[in-house]
Each structure stands twice: as structure tokens, then as C-alpha cells.
């Protein structure tokens, strides 16, 4: 039989496609398998052993599993460093390179370290907390910030003066952000392209920007959608929270970490048994609070996390916190800094059991005004050198709804994640809230420290008065109303 080049050519596309297509599903064998065991592995007994255990009591060490962008800073500086001393703190926490948990006495580690690091620390004696926030302003966040922090650097003349500047600070045995994990990696690489655009503009001479939505100015910097669709992005911050509470993370302690990781990104499906494992741990948590509602989350924490803390703290001599303030100078140093000297309440009324959950808030919000005023003009100034790409609360109206829908479909694990720890969230402040209200019914002077600052000073008699009156008020109400009534219908009857 003769055959046409045409059909020929035909039928060895066909040959080469079918190849392809098995060895296609090969690796999706493979993959469902790696993902599988994994799967398994990370909702074995071990793990159960928590969450069947009272979750809601806080254990030895407390681990802040801190995705970045969600504000837990404001938690770190203000309530965290205010309820434990710095000689509680495990060292550096923020620096994975520096410490061995085991060995440490500590008990608070914060750190954007991914919950692969259960591993090393003992499980059953460890409360985990997290944050979490709505997928598209994280990823917003994230890309802002990298620029915010890219940007200090174009004080230098160049590159190269820039990138020596930041290996002295880092020498100099502070941590900075060019240290932590993701933006050790954002960082750098914005910084890379905001420069070469910079140079592009020297060169071209005049250079008139029309378009001001700071998130599409292909001079300045890297437009928003073009950031997503990087490899680095890929790899670092869609799905970041998901992956961080997986223990999946580019950062993962856990050596088939990345191969889990890379299947989940090539095989969408794959992503359910992640997204149940993190489903999971999120239930076995002490904490779970949501940047969105911060007020609600800040009151959830100093009930569940800052009253148990204080509850154990043992009052001592008060000795005043020795403070390790950095001083800041240069460009691109830590974020993690600078906390330092909000309020002047501090760990001595901890220490001396003066500190209730009511002053803990009042500390709290003092700080997060400092914090956020401090952090604002660092951004206003960080950014004048990228001018007129600006960030501000309006701006992020100026996203196109393909690159939200974009941002969407790319966190799709992110979604569905958060979406689940808004009905945990629910539920917790609904306990809590019924638990203060319950308790109230019992007489007021057995509450614990933090439930009585709830009904503030009143005591049994004055709020036996306060019912008597409400009642009293009640009865007069039903009697106006009958009377009333009765009025009408007589009137009724006249005409
Ligand atoms: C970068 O700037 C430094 C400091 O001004 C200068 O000494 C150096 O020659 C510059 N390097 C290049 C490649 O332009
Ligand atoms: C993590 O991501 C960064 C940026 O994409 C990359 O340079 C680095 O090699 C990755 N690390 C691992 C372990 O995959
Ligand atoms: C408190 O300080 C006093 C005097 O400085 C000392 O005698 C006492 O032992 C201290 N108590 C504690 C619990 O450290
Ligand atoms: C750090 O805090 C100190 C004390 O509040 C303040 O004076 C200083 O300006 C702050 N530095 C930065 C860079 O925010
Ligand atoms: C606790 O607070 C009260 C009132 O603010 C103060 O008088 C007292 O000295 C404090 N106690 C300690 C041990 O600091
Ligand atoms: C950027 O926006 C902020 C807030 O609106 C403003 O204070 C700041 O001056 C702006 N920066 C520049 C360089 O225009």
C-alpha cells in the first residue's frame, strides 16, 4: 500500500503524540503516588495525637507560623514580644541557618519558616498559631512590599554598590530582610530589575510616563502581571499559605518537599489531598486569626493566647527587659526590628502579674498606631524613588479584573484555605464569646483576670441592680402597651 507524505507525516504525529501522552501519564502516576505518600505520611498518628489532645490549652512552646503579608508583625512586636521576654525568644527566630530548637530552652518562636520545621521541635509539647489572609491582597501585598524593599536600595549609584552595601549589614550580625525567607529571594531580584530599568531610562535620555496605575509601569518597574507569571512567583507565592502550612514551601525542611510541590503545581488535582493536610493542622491549632478582621482577631488572641500566657506567667522581681535595640541605618535593613520602643507598659508589668487581658489590648493598640505610623513612612520614603509608581490604599482599584481573576486561578489552594479558616475563625469567636457570657452567670468575682476586665468593675450587687432594673423597666413597657390596648378597643366600641 502507498501512502501520501501528507498521511505518512499524519501518522507519525499521531505515534509521537500517543508516546507522549503515556509518558504524560506516567508522570502523573508518579506524581499521584509521591503526593499520596506524602499525604499519608503527614496525617499519620503523630499528628492526630494533637488535635485529639485539648488544642485550645497552650503548650511549652508556642510557634508562630508566620505567611508573610499577613500582618503578623503587628503580632510579633506587640503582643508577642510584650508577653514573652527576649531571653524566651528562641535565637533568630526569623534565621533558619542559626539555631537547633531541641537544644533551646525557649519558648516563643516566630518565623516565616513553614510547618515542616514540627519536625525538629517536640511536637507534643508545642502550640502552633497562624494568620491568615485573603489570597489576592496577599499577593498584592507581596508584590508591593518586594518593590517597597527593592527600592531603598536605589540610593546607591549602582548595582553593584547596592548589592556590596547589603552584604556589610549583613555582616554585621543583624538580621536583615535580605535574610528571611521568600524575600532573601524577591527581594534581590526586584532589586535587579528595578536597576536595569533604571539604567534602560539613563540611557534612553527623556523618558515620559503616561499611564499612572503604579501597577502597570513597565518603566519603573516590573508591571503586576508579568510578576505573576514568574518562575520565582511560582515557586515562592502562589498557593503560599497552603504550602507554608503543608510544610511544602520552596523553604521546606522536608527533602521530598519540592518534588510534592512541583507535582501540585503541574497536576492541579493533586492540590486536595495538600489542601486537606493544611485543612487539618489549621483545626489542630491553638490560634487562627485572619488580617481581615484584625479588631476581632486581636481580641480572639489576648482571650485564647495572651490570658494563658499571663496565667502562667510567675510573678518575680521585677526585672526591667533588657532591650536589644538595633540601630537602623542603610538601606534594605531588617523589618523585624524596630518594634522596640512603643509603649512604655512593658515585660515589667507582666513579670509582676499586673498585666491583664484588658491591658494587653490597651498595650496592643498603642503599639500597632506606632507600628503602622513608623512603617508608613517608611514606605512613603522607600517609594519616592520609584516615582510616580506610588502604593497607597486606593490604588489597588486600579487592578485590572483579568489580573484578580488571574491572581485567583493561580491561589486557588489559597482560596479554599482561607475560605476554611474563616469558618474556624467563626466558630472560635463564637466560643470564646459564649464562654465569657456563660462564666458571667456564675458569680462575677470567680472570673479569671480576663473575663472580669470583660464587665470591666462591676461587681455582683451592682449587676444584681442593673438586672432588677432592666426588669422593672420590662414590666412597665407590657403594662403601658396593655393599657394601651385596652384604650382602643374601648374607643372602638364608642364609634
Ligand atoms: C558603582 O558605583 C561605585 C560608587 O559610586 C563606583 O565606585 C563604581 O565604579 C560603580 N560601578 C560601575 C560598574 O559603574
Ligand atoms: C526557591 O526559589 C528560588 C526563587 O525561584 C530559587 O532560586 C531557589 O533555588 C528555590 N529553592 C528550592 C530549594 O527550590
Ligand atoms: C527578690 O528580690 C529580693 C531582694 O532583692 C530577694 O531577696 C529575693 O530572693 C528575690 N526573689 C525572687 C523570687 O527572685
Ligand atoms: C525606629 O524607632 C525609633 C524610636 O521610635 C525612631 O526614632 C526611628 O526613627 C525608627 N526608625 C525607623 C527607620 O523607623
Ligand atoms: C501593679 O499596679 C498597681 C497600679 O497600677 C501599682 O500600684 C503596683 O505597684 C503594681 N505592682 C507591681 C508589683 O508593679
Ligand atoms: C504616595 O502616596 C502617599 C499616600 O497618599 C503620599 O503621602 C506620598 O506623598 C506619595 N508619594 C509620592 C512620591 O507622591
Not at 43 to 54: C, G, T
Not at 286 to 305: K, P
Request: charged share 25%.
Amino acid at each position: 500500500m502507498q501512502m501520501n507524505p501528507v498521511s505518512k507525516l499524519a501518522l507519525w504525529l499521531i505515534l509521537l503524540g500517543s508516546v507522549l501522552v503515556s509518558f504524560a501519564e506516567l508522570d502523573y502516576g508518579h506524581c499521584e503516588r509521591v503526593v499520596k505518600k506524602w499525604a499519608d505520611s503527614s496525617s499519620s498518628s503523630r499528628e492526630e495525637h494533637v488535635i485529639n489532645k485539648d488544642k485550645r490549652s497552650l503548650q511549652d512552646l508556642l510557634f508562630f507560623l508566620h505567611v508573610p503579608r499577613t500582618g503578623g508583625r503587628t503580632y510579633f512586636h506587640c503582643f508577642l514580644r510584650k508577653l514573652y521576654d527576649s531571653s524566651e525568644e528562641c535565637p533568630r527566630s526569623y534565621d533558619k541557618l542559626h539555631f537547633n530548637p531541641r537544644k533551646e530552652k525557649c519558648k516563643l518562636l516566630a518565623t516565616h519558616d513553614d510547618y515542616s520545621l514540627m519536625a525538629k521541635l517536640p511536637r507534643e509539647r508545642t502550640s502552633v498559631m497562624t494568620i491568615v489572609r485573603d489570597p489576592i491582597a496577599r499577593v498584592l501585598s507581596t508584590y508591593e512590599f518586594s518593590v517597597e524593599v527593592a527600592a531603598r536600595f536605589l540610593v546607591h549609584p549602582n548595582l553593584t554598590s547596592a548589592t556590596r552595601m547589603s552584604g556589610r549589614i549583613r555582616k554585621n550580625n543583624v538580621i536583615s530582610t535580605l535574610d528571611i525567607w521568600p524575600w532573601k529571594y524577591l527581594v534581590p531580584w526586584m532589586r535587579q530589575d528595578l536597576f536595569a530599568r533604571r539604567d534602560a531610562r539613563k540611557l534612553k535620555g527623556v523618558v515620559i510616563i503616561e499611564d499612572d496605575n503604579p501597577y502597570d509601569m513597565e518603566e519603573m518597574l516590573m508591571p503586576l502581571h508579568k510578576y505573576l507569571d514568574t518562575p520565582t512567583a511560582h515557586d515562592i507565592i502562589h498557593n503560599g499559605a497552603t504550602f507554608q502550612i503543608a510544610g511544602l514551601t520552596n523553604n521546606s525542611y522536608l527533602s521530598e518537599a519540592h518534588e510534592v510541590r512541583h507535582c501540585v503545581q503541574r497536576y492541579k488535582s493533586l492540590g486536595q489531598p495538600v489542601l486537606q493536610v493544611a485543612k487539618r493542622r489549621l483545626d489542630s491549632m491553638l490560634y487562627v486569626g485572619l488580617t481581615e478582621e484584625h479588631r476581632e482577631s486581636a481580641s480572639l488572641f489576648a482571650n485564647v493566647v495572651g490570658s494563658q500566657v499571663l496565667s502562667q506567667v510567675v510573678p518575680s522581681n521585677a526585672t526591667a527587659k533588657t532591650k536589644t535595640t538595633k540601630s537602623e541605618s542603610g538601606s534594605g535593613k531588617s523589618e523585624i526590628q524596630n518594634g522596640t520602643s512603643e509603649v512604655a507598659l512593658s515585660k515589667m508589668d507582666v513579670k509582676s502579674g499586673n498585666m491583664t487581658v484588658k491591658t494587653l489590648m490597651e498595650v496592643y493598640e498603642g503599639c500597632i498606631s506606632h507600628l503602622r505610623k513608623s512603617q508608613g513612612t517608611r514606605r512613603v520614603n522607600s517609594l519616592k524613588r520609584i516615582y510616580p509608581a506610588n502604593f497607597t490604599r486606593g490604588t489597588r482599584t486600579r487592578v485590572p479584573n483579568e489580573v484578580i481573576e488571574q491572581i485567583k486561578s493561580l491561589n486557588s489552594l489559597d482560596v479554599e484555605l482561607y475560605k476554611y479558616a474563616k469558618e474556624i475563625f467563626a466558630k472560635e469567636h463564637e466560643l470564646v464569646s459564649k464562654n465569657l457570657v456563660l462564666t458571667s452567670k456564675r458569680s462575677i468575682v470567680d472570673l479569671p483576670n480576663e473575663l472580669r476586665s470583660v464587665f470591666g468593675e462591676m461587681n455582683d450587687e451592682k449587676l444584681w441592680k442593673f438586672v432588677s432594673l432592666a426588669l422593672m423597666l420590662l414590666l412597665l413597657f407590657l403594662f403601658f402597651l396593655f393599657v394601651n390596648a385596652r384604650r382602643r378597643k374601648t374607643s372602638k366600641v364608642k364609634i
